[in-house]
Antibody, heavy 119, light 112 residues
Framework: QVQLQESGPGQVKTSETLSLICTVSGGSISIYRWSWIRQPAGKGLEWVGRIESSGNTHYNPSLNGRASMSVDTSNNHFSLRLTSVTASDTAVYYC?????????????WGKGTTVIVSS | DIVMTQTPPSLSVTPGQPASISCKSSQSLLHSDGRTYFYWYLQKPGQRPDLLIYEVSNRFSGVPDRFSGTGSGTDFTLKISRVEAEDVGVYYCLQSHSLPLTFGGGTKMEIK
């Protein structure tokens, strides 16, 4: 049974770069699509972007080009980088697996990791 | 972007009674491949979202049969036939017809 685990620093300074890793266990990172989703405290869900095992990516335009994702098939993990962060990037960040090959909607999610942006 | 509008924003239900949540999309979610990329999730307090329904009406593995999804095109509904205490939380709809994926604003359900 596939499981996802997010990891990264819990705090990032304003204007710096947020870096997170999602480690996939119990299954291969190949053939699926992998997403990042975030949720500010007390608010709704926002899809950040996705990456395929081939490395193809798509990002939410709301992030204004600040997001980038990469995949490491050898170590079965993928990552998110978000540059020039501000307080509005403070959120719980989840990673998720696309339900079927070729589908982006997520069936398995990690437990989430909290990121606080402060000066 | 496709806008997903959920109603009501909150509801309070007596255990054993039915409940219904609506989600409307700003454009049809019927894809040219014949599938409709619409999903329902439940986020219980302090937890990650869990998939309930995929592609409008298919219950995900382990989801009780008191949950059902219906709809087509732009109008979708999640129904709970008999609400239980464990159903409390925030329900979200999601479309993956077009990028970026977009979620509804959520419906917070509490138990009376």
């Amino acid at each position: 049974q596939v499981q996802l685990q997010e990891s990264g620093p819990g705090q990032v300074k304003t204007s710096e770069t947020l870096s997170l890793i999602c480690t996939v266990s119990g299954g291969s990172i190949s053939i699926y699509r992998w997403s990042w989703i975030r949720q500010p405290a007390g608010k709704g869900l926002e899809w950040v972007g996705r990456i395929e095992s081939s490395g193809n990516t798509h990002y939410n335009p709301s992030l204004n080009g600040r997001a980038s994702m990469s995949v490491d098939t050898s170590n079965n993990h993928f990552s998110l980088r978000l540059t020039s962060v501000t307080a509005s990037d403070t959120a719980v960040y989840y990673c998720g697996r696309g339900m079927f090959p070729g589908v982006t909607a997520m069936d398995v999610w990690g437990k989430g990791t909290t990121v606080i942006v402060s000066s | 972007d496709i806008v997903m509008t959920q109603t009501p924003p909150s509801l309070s239900v007596t255990p054993g009674q039915p409940a219904s949540i609506s989600c409307k999309s700003s454009q049809s979610l019927l894809h040219s491949d014949g599938r409709t990329y619409f999903y329902w999730y439940l986020q219980k307090p302090g937890q990650r979202p869990d998939l309930l329904i995929y592609e409008v009406s298919n219950r995900f593995s382990g989801v009780p049969d008191r949950f059902s999804g219906t709809g087509s095109g732009t109008d979708f509904t999640l129904k709970i036939s008999r609400v239980e205490a464990e159903d409390v939380g925030v329900y979200y709809c999601l479309q993956s017809h077009s990028l970026p994926l977009t979620f509804g604003g959520g419906t917070k359900m509490e138990i009376k």
